[in-house]
């Protein structure tokens, strides 16, 4: 699909990932909207990416439908939904004193990273369904973001694990479930990534994360993975397909 006058959703614009796919595809001529929490951030990289920016928690209907409607007047029909939005946290099975996994917690890193990515979803393509189709028949293409956590989890990443991996097992039925009217979906499982989370980290830290990547012995450079992003929006076989996204890193237990 040629991304050049779509109009483009991207989730977690405001951030990381989600804004450098955001800044990508405004650059390819997308007309972007960003959906994120962050509405000090968000602004700011809407405006710089002359898009649009509403105010949305992934994980609640009214506010995702609310915000398709805002976006659809203003940019049309979004053809291309990036959902990048997600939340990380770090807890074991059970903690010191054999205190139990906080149940809130876990139900929390579900509801954004895995609920929010299908809301998402099937309000979206519900609304591309009745687009017509491009001339290249399709009518949208949908990219989610998992994590190499979603094949191997450290210790302490059992809510994030199972969060990503539900994402990685609906990339195939979402994509199945939608090839009758020509959406494709892909999911991007990246390894370690340069995003603010990271850039937290002391330099020490970082540094000792990316020699830890066979190669290229570095974190990733969060434009690497709009560039996927981007290719995944213009190669129409790839459909169906988690794509590892990690310099070959397999994480360790710890
Ligand atoms: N950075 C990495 O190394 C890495 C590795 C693997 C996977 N990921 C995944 O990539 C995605 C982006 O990560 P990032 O590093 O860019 O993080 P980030 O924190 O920089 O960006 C995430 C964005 O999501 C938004 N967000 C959080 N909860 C939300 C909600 N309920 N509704 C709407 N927006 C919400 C935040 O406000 C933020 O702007 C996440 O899903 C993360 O799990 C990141």
Redesign the pocket.
């Known amino acids: 699909m040629e991304i050049k006058g779509l109009s483009a959703i991207v989730?977690?614009?405001?951030?990381?990932?989600?804004?450098?796919t955001a800044r990508r595809l405004a650059k390819a001529g997308a007309k972007v909207t960003i959906?994120?929490?962050?509405d000090e951030?968000?602004p700011i990289v809407a405006s710089e990416i002359k898009g649009r920016f509403e105010k949305?928690?992934?994980?609640?209907e009214e506010?995702v439908q609310n915000a398709l409607e805002a976006s659809a007047a203003a940019h049309g029909e979004a053809r291309i939904l990036v959902?990048?939005?997600?939340?990380?946290i770090g807890e074991k099975t059970i903690g010191r004193d054999n205190v139990p996994h906080d149940f809130a917690r876990y139900k929390k890193v579900i509801?954004?990273?895995l609920i929010?990515t299908f809301n998402v979803i099937r309000l979206a393509s519900a609304r591309m369904a009745a687009l017509e189709p491009l001339a290249t028949t399709e009518r949208g293409v949908i990219i989610n973001?998992?994590?190499?956590?979603a094949l191997e989890g450290q210790i302490g990443q059992v809510a994030?694990s199972a969060s990503?991996g539900g994402i990685v097992a609906m990339t195939v039925p979402l994509a199945r479930d939608l090839s009758g009217i020509g959406i494709r979906v892909c999911t991007i499982?990246?390894?370690?990534?340069?995003?603010?989370?990271?850039k937290g980290l002391p330099q020490e830290a970082q540094d000792s994360l990316g020699a830890s990547v066979p190669f290229p012995k570095r974190?990733?450079d969060?434009d690497e993975?709009a560039n996927l992003a981007q290719h995944i929006c213009e190669n129409a076989m790839l459909n169906g397909e988690t794509i590892r996204l990690d310099g070959a890193i397999r994480m360790a237990p710890r």
């Open positions: 989730t977690g614009g405001a951030s990381g990932l989600g804004e450098a959906f994120d929490m962050n951030r968000g949305v928690n992934v994980a609640s506010d959902n990048c939005a997600g939340i990380a509801e954004v990273n929010g973001t998992a994590s190499v956590a994030y990503k499982a990246p390894g370690l990534f340069l995003t603010p989370m990271m974190l990733g969060p993975y």
